[in-house]
């Protein structure tokens, strides 16, 4: 059976370490607590998708060693079709070793990116892009991810796209995507000294449908081609850990539009979902179940549709 999504990217195993203060971190700072757990960015969206639903599989790589090992055994274990999965002999899983602020939720990453991935595998079977619903990429496997994008869209398939970084892949990328979905962290660096207004008009004049900006604990942005923008702020929770929360919003986003969904309201369930990965620490720590979303949804304390200002 044809899976609904695709997802091409980065998966990588996280080190979770809750410290009392990222601003008092020093030797022999002692920690709270240690997790470890899969992380990546399109590998957690995949896991989010997969906990919602959609029949998910990631292409993604990693080494023949322990981390690899458990990257891929967890996501078996949460329903994601692991058999385009690279694993690489010889080669070193990427590690992200992240500290997390007890008193706000926020992180700091320290980030192994891997080592020896490009060698010893065969070319991904592209044509499984085109039996599915839709794709959805990272572009942190610059290569592939591309030519996964150039092949849904020769096929009108649709692309969610999750950028990082403006290589040229990526912004080839940016540009063919159906719904670029960008962090405002991101967003500085891919807009190159244009204002969101006018990367907006520049994308929605091109393929995409309509772009999502991620602001955090200040909601998003969205514009559909056609409309005007408008702002949706956060779902209020309290927040132990924001590691991963964009990766499960990317991932609820993608499930929603696999469906058949209008954006706004595509929008509104990746927000609710964002906002609940960040209650458990780890950014798989609180995936949520479409029930959990659907209160979140139906609550009188949820955030309101406004127009952009």
């Known amino acids: 059976m044809a899976s609904d999504i695709v997802a091409v990217g980065m998966a990588c195993y996280d080190h979770i370490v809750l410290v009392p203060s990222l601003a008092r971190v020093v030797e022999g700072c002692r920690a ?12 957690t969206a995949a896991v989010a998708a997969s906990a919602l639903g959609a029949r998910v599989e990631l292409w993604a790589r990693a080494g023949a060693d322990f981390y690899g ?18 694993i690489v002999d010889g080669g070193h899983t990427a590690v992200s070793t992240v500290l997390v602020d007890e008193a706000t ?21 592209y044509a499984r892009i085109e039996r599915a619903k839709l794709l959805l990429t990272d572009g942190r496997w610059p290569g592939v991810c591309l030519e996964a994008t150039r092949r849904a869209v020769a096929r009108g398939v649709p692309v969610v796209f999750d950028p990082g970084h403006a290589s040229a892949e990526e912004l080839e990328m940016l540009r063919l995507a159906d719904y670029p979905v960008i962090s405002e962290v991101a967003l500085g660096e891919l807009s190159q000294g244009r204002s969101l207004d006018e990367l907006a008009d520049e994308l929605l004049g091109g393929r ?8 955090g604990a200040r909601g998003l942005w969205l514009r559909e081609r056609g409309r005007p923008p408008e702002e949706l702020g956060a779902f209020p ?5 924001t590691t991963g929360a964009g990766d499960v919003f990317h991932g609820a986003f993608a499930l929603a539009i696999s469906r058949g969904w209008e954006p706004v309201r595509a929008a509104e369930l990746a927000s609710a979902a964002g906002a609940h990965a960040c209650t ?5 720590g609180a995936i949520p179940s479409m029930d959990v979303l659907e209160r979140m949804l139906a609550s009188p304390s949820r955030p309101v549709w406004r127009p952009a200002g």
């Open 32 to 43: 709270r607590r240690v997790l470890s757990q899969g992380g990546g960015v399109v590998a």
């Open 280 to 284: 458990a620490l780890g950014g798989r």
């Open 208 to 215: 995409a449908k309509a772009v999502v900006v991620t602001r």
């Open 105 to 125: 939720g926020e992180r700091r990453f320290l980030y192994f990116p891997g080592d020896g991935l490009d060698k010893g595998w065969d070319e991904p079977d």
């Open 69 to 86: 090992r458990f990257v891929v055994d967890e996501l078996r274990r949460f329903g994601v079709d692991t058999s385009q999965f690279v």
């Open 237 to 241: 929770v309290e927040v132990v850990d």
